[in-house]
């Protein structure tokens, strides 16, 4: 039902052994599920705290409590622990979750604007950033601006690729490319001004 990468395994153990003592657990529910409010949710667990009605899953050293109501929505899901341009981070990957971002009968642009919602601002706002969807083109185009930290950020362009891109044709196969149109030399963090202008930057 749901995949535990190796390193998101490694991961959990490393927060468990934090928390001291034994029988921690990570719970994993499901809130909103079917909309594109959809989200997951963990947290650390005793034996105590549950319900007796979890899916439990067995990893090595620690398990991982399903709540039952949030299993229906977590089918084919996976967890892993990636890298990032600004360090690894924890990535859940659920293709039911949002039911709609997948339906036919949602549109492209509806579909693009949920993953930059849940999924990508959501990570861009842990390096005070963010992006928005400026339009998506007939031929499956998508073009974005940046914003925040991420404005002006000598790492955009690995961002956009590396991350972005990647996380947009995943959920939203008909996506064929993901353009910045951002104007990097203005904004709150304007690294390309500040290497154009020199050493009078500093001034």
Known sequence: MIEISERAQGYFRKL???QGGTGWGIRLRVRDGGTLQ????LSFCEAGELQGDEWALECAGFSVYVDSASVPWLDGAGIDYVPTPTGNTLSIRAPRLRGVIGATQASLIERVQAVIETRIN???AQHRGRVSLVEVGGDGSVVLAFGGGCQGCGQVDVTLREGIER???EAVPEVTAVRDATDHARGENP???AHAQGPSAAR
Do not use: V
């Not at 959809?38 to 949710?41: F, P, R, V, Y």
């Open 38 to 41: 959809g989200d997951c949710e």
């Open 122 to 124: 959501p990570q861009l």
């Open 16 to 18: 468990l052994a934090e």
């Open 167 to 169: 996380m947009l044709r």
């Open 191 to 193: 690294y390309y001004a």
